[in-house]
């Protein structure tokens, strides 16, 4: 049975591993309009104990990012790729990403952002549906067709990247800089995207 209460699928058991492994679905969080997303790859032990994306050591690094930038998590719309926690936390699988992009679509076409940063190598592959080395291309934006929207995308590395290398801290925090001023969201912005200066 598949269920979705607006934004938030309520029952789905499409994935046959990932409904043995989850302990719960994980659904996206912040305002319902949101100008700005962030796109995960899926949840973690964290994020399936908490029931919330981004809650763990990564979540951490998003938020100090965002909070550098005059924002909070409140602020902002962030969700996943797959809802349900992978085994291991391996990479969800082609199918699992499938199964689930029917609900991305939907919470992308209700939220209707300014902007969807892609945190990491799986979602950005996922919405531009080619390969992405994340790492030359972080900070791009690239115009992606989703659904029945055109929807600009944002390229950045994970977070969990900037614990691993510090030389990506930087990087990230650029990326995420870039984003508040596109959005309009930040601080020190007009209130206005620019996205012509990009
Ligand atoms: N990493 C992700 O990609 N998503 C989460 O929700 C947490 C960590």
């Given at each position: 049975?598949?269920?979705?209460?607006?934004?938030?699928?309520?029952?789905?058991?499409?994935?046959?591993?990932?409904?043995?492994?989850?302990?719960?679905?994980v659904n996206g969080t912040?305002?319902?309009?949101?100008?700005?997303?962030?796109?995960?790859?899926?949840?973690?032990?964290?994020?399936?104990?908490?029931?919330?994306?981004?809650?763990?050591?990564?979540?951490?690094?998003?938020?100090?990012?965002?909070?550098?930038?005059?924002?909070?998590?409140?602020?902002?719309?962030?969700?996943?790729?797959?809802?349900?926690?992978?085994?291991?936390?391996?990479?969800?699988?082609?199918?699992?990403?499938?199964?689930?992009?029917?609900?991305?679509?939907?919470?992308?076409?209700?939220?209707?952002?300014?902007?969807?940063?892609?945190?990491?190598?799986?979602?950005?592959?996922?919405?531009?549906?080619r390969s992405v080395?994340?790492?030359?291309?972080?900070?791009?934006?690239?115009?992606?067709?989703?659904?029945?929207?055109?929807?600009?995308?944002?390229?950045?590395?994970?977070?969990?990247?900037?614990?691993?290398?510090?030389?990506?801290?930087?990087?990230?925090?650029?990326?995420?800089?870039?984003?508040?001023?596109?959005?309009?969201?930040?601080?020190?912005?007009?209130?206005?995207?620019?996205?012509?200066?990009?």
């Amino acid at each position: 049975m598949e269920q979705m209460e607006g934004r938030c699928v309520t029952d789905c058991e499409r994935c046959p591993a990932l409904v043995e492994s989850r302990s719960r679905i994980v659904n996206g969080t912040g305002p319902a309009d949101a100008d700005l997303l962030f796109l995960g790859e899926g949840p973690g032990a964290n994020e399936d104990e908490q029931g919330e994306p981004f809650v763990g050591r990564s979540g951490t690094v998003l938020d100090d990012a965002l909070r550098d930038v005059g924002l909070a998590r409140a602020d902002v719309r962030i969700t996943n790729c797959v809802r349900c926690r992978p085994p291991e936390n391996r990479d969800p699988t082609k199918e699992e990403l499938a199964n689930c992009r029917g609900y991305l679509e939907r919470e992308l076409e209700l939220v209707d952002p300014e902007i969807i940063v892609t945190l990491g190598k799986v979602p950005s592959e996922h919405l531009l549906d080619r390969s992405v080395a994340v790492t030359k291309e972080a900070g791009s934006v690239v115009d992606a067709r989703i659904g029945e929207s055109s929807r600009r995308v944002l390229v950045c590395v994970h977070p969990a990247a900037t614990l691993y290398d510090r030389s990506q801290k930087e990087t990230f925090e650029e990326t995420i800089r870039k984003a508040a001023e596109l959005s309009g969201a930040g601080e020190g912005s007009s209130g206005q995207s620019r996205l012509g200066d990009y």
